[in-house]
């Protein structure tokens, strides 16, 4: 038997609201599970998050890679604490490219120690707005190694960008650290990257 236009608009129905349902208690999961980590209940937050981090959801992954890294609820498993991280800064979440620059930076999680990767992700990350990512490149730059060369230039445009909410931007004593050690052209290109990254991605004042 062919269904008819109605029918289909039924079956449409019926699905839209399976749909629906199961969001909104995904959401729900997600919501208990924020509840209960805030009341310091980590193994109900991991039951909570890891079946919507399973099923994609992006937050639930940050979060989920917040509990091994750390050690919350569950036994501390950097390379755990890292897959998730990875899965959710493959879909382009900021907090998840920061930690993944963090366990490049420090090695963790069976990752290589590589400051060249490490400053992809922070780059990343501060592209969508992540500012606490401006020091941590210009650290790496300031020292280089480990797969990325010593840049003060580069060093010197990080530490020179503001951070939103901070009145007295704490990057300003490692700018002026490694200005002694740079000659007025490095500086002057050092300013010129900072303003043209500003322009690209401003901010709104504090």
């Given at each position: 038997m062919i269904p008819t236009v109605n029918d289909m608009k039924a079956?449409?129905?019926?699905?839209?609201?399976i749909l629906l349902t199961a969001h909104?208690?995904?959401w729900g999961s997600f919501d208990e599970g924020l509840e209960a980590y805030h009341d310091g209940h980590y193994e109900t937050a991991l039951r909570e998050w890891k079946?919507?981090?399973e099923q994609g959801d992006i937050?639930?992954?940050?979060?989920l890679g917040y509990l091994y890294f750390d050690g919350l609820g569950v036994e501390q498993d950097f390379?755990?604490?890292?897959?998730w991280f990875r899965m959710a800064a493959d879909q382009g979440n900021p907090e998840a490219q920061g930690k993944l620059g963090i366990a490049y930076q420090l090695g963790k999680g069976d990752l290589p120690k590589d400051y060249k990767e490490a400053a992809n992700w922070y780059r990343k990350a501060a592209e969508q707005g992540a500012?606490?990512?401006y020091y941590?490149?210009?650290f790496l730059y300031?020292?280089?190694g480990n797969g990325l060369l010593q840049d003060y230039v580069q060093a010197y445009m990080w530490y020179s960008l503001e951070i939103p909410l901070y009145r007295d931007n704490f990057n300003d004593i490692h700018r002026l650290r490694i200005a002694e050690n740079m000659t007025p052209a490095q500086i002057a290109e050092g300013r010129q990257l900072a303003r043209e990254w500003m322009e690209k991605h401003p901010y709104p004042a504090p």
């Open positions: 079956i449409r129905m019926i699905v839209l609201s909104g208690m995904a079946p919507l981090a937050e639930s992954q940050v979060r390379k755990e604490g890292v897959k500012y606490n990512r941590n490149l210009g300031e020292n280089g």
